[in-house]
């Protein structure tokens, strides 16, 4: 599971990610909204998961993080439109209404801390890479705040992508303009 924390803003955020990865992250974002509701013993729009465990952790600790993963999927909706020139909601952004709809009919038994927060603004949540990235390739990577190693790290998936000669929708960005941060071919694989 990952959720790309490219910015605190999530919708620019969600304009970082390229074509696919905006549906491959709705998904997870409506999985993630759904495991953490099963998780408070509610019953939830998509079925039960087991990976996800820190992000629904992070999701947890503020009322404002599990809003701005409802923000997030507003906003990778609106960018799966566009980069797909759709005229409907994708299918996973249906779930992530409906989890919050059932948080705002109060059924969901939120946990103590989030009364006790006065926090308008999302933590940072984990950092967790896909089990072959290297960070090795980066000078003090631990000193990197978190915004920055997702950019990192998707700069690095990006390239890998493309060098790899992966489908095209993972390294484009349709109807929309590449994140700057997005260096064509800073990596090279031997």
């Known amino acids: ?31 993630l909204m759904s495991k953490f509701l099963w998780e408070q013993g509610v019953e939830a729009p998509m079925k039960k998961i087991n990976q996800g465990k820190d992000f ?29 020139n759709k005229d409907v909601n994708c299918k996973s952004f249906a779930a992530i209404q409906r ?16 009364f006790k927060s006065n926090s308008r603004h999302a ?3 984990p950092f967790i ?19 920055t190693k ?9 390239n890998k992508w493309k060098w790899e000669g992966k489908c095209k929708r993972l390294y484009s960005w349709t109807n929309r303009e590449r994140p700057n941060f997005i260096e064509p071919e800073e990596y090279k694989w031997l």
């Open 99 to 114: 989890c919050h709809e059932i948080h705002m009919d109060n059924t969901l038994p939120c946990p103590s801390m989030w």
């Open 1 to 31: 599971m990952q959720i790309y924390f490219t910015d605190r803003d999530p919708f620019i955020c969600a304009k970082n990610l390229p074509d696919q990865l905006t549906y491959k992250i709705l998904t997870e974002v409506a999985q």
């Open 150 to 158: 997702y950019r990192h790290y998707l700069n690095w998936k990006v």
């Open 129 to 147: 890479p896909i089990k072959n990235f290297d960070s090795s390739v980066f000078l003090d990577w631990e000193k990197y705040r978190v915004v």
């Open 56 to 84: 629904c952790e992070w999701i947890g600790q503020d009322y404002a993080n599990w809003n701005w993963c409802y923000l997030y999927g507003l906003a990778l909706n609106g960018e799966y439109k566009t980069a797909y």
């Open 123 to 125: 933590t940072t949540p």
